[in-house]
């Protein structure tokens, strides 16, 4: 049963990083030298947190152009 839980997770977890690469490309050294970056540390990586966390960083209101 845990084998299963982590394939889901894990498959949600590539689709949502996925996802987002199609919307905004690949990062690389050399952009991560020129902007200003987040890094996310969670003890749980969980699918639905990490898509919440991006819907919230990608809508906050200084990001909107």
Known sequence: MGKNVFNLQFEAIAHTF????????QYSEQRAKAEKHVVLSMTELQ???LRDFLTEFYAHFRLQV
């Open 47 to 49: 699918a639905d947190v």
């Open 18 to 25: 996925s996802e987002r690469a199609r919307a905004g490309g």
